[in-house]
């Protein structure tokens, strides 16, 4: 199928070019291709934490590691109260394994992110052995300012409806770079590249996932 061919080439592309910033890049076709790479890629005993993630409960990666009995998943949804959250995003930092999305990614390999209270960046950056981004082919841009676009336009707004926040966008669905106590948009992040290589894994998956 045409389209199917033109994303694998575009894929191609991508891999190639995360290789060139020390990333390390894979494609799949299906999100059970993706569990069944990560069965095979994490390591038993493993401590793991996420960042929040549309895409990762659309694709069943949550699920997945809340079900698998042989690493440990610190999930912050179980936890009870603001500080037991907190606790676990700090923990982020001496995890194994760190499990995100990201707002886009460029055809060149270069990552952008826009945060709320900075834990998910902040461990993209630093501090856990390994960093798993899984996305969909709809995050991919053409350029860093295609990206950010997409983030402040696509992203952003329905995250802040998801998320239940009293900002400008979560009601006119448009990005008004509001300064307000509800806003995510406080950290912007462009990764272009990795220095511990292949430290950052970016598992990309066909179709739209997330926002």
Not at 93 to 113: P, Q
């Amino acid at each position: 199928m045409p389209k199917q061919q033109h994303m694998q080439i575009i894929a191609d592309q991508l891999i190639e070019n995360l290789k060139k910033r020390h990333m390390e890049g894979h494609y799949f076709h299906n999100k059970e291709d993706l569990i069944a790479f990560l069965d095979e890629d994490l390591k038993s005993d493993e401590t793991i934490t996420s960042g929040g993630s549309a895409t990762l409960k659309e694709l069943g990666v949550i699920d997945y590691l809340s079900n698998r009995e042989d690493v440990k998943y610190l999930d912050r949804s179980q936890a009870n109260n603001r500080d037991e959250v907190e606790e676990i995003m700090r923990k982020a930092f001496t995890s194994d394994s760190f499990f995100m999305s990201t707002n886009a990614i460029t055809r060149d390999g270069i990552l952008v992110n826009i945060d709320g209270n900075g834990n998910r960046v902040s461990a993209l950056i630093f501090g856990p052995k390994k960093v798993y981004v899984i996305c969909g082919t709809n995050k991919i841009c053409g350029d860093y300012e295609t990206a950010y676009a997409r983030t402040k336009d696509l992203a952003c707004p329905p995250n802040c409806i998801r998320l239940d926040m009293n900002t400008p966008c979560a009601k006119t669905g448009k990005c008004a770079n509001c300064l307000s106590d509800d806003c995510i948009c406080n950290q912007i992040v462009y990764t272009r590249n990795s220095r511990q290589p292949n430290r950052i894994k970016v598992l990309i998956v066909d179709g739209e996932w997330g926002f």
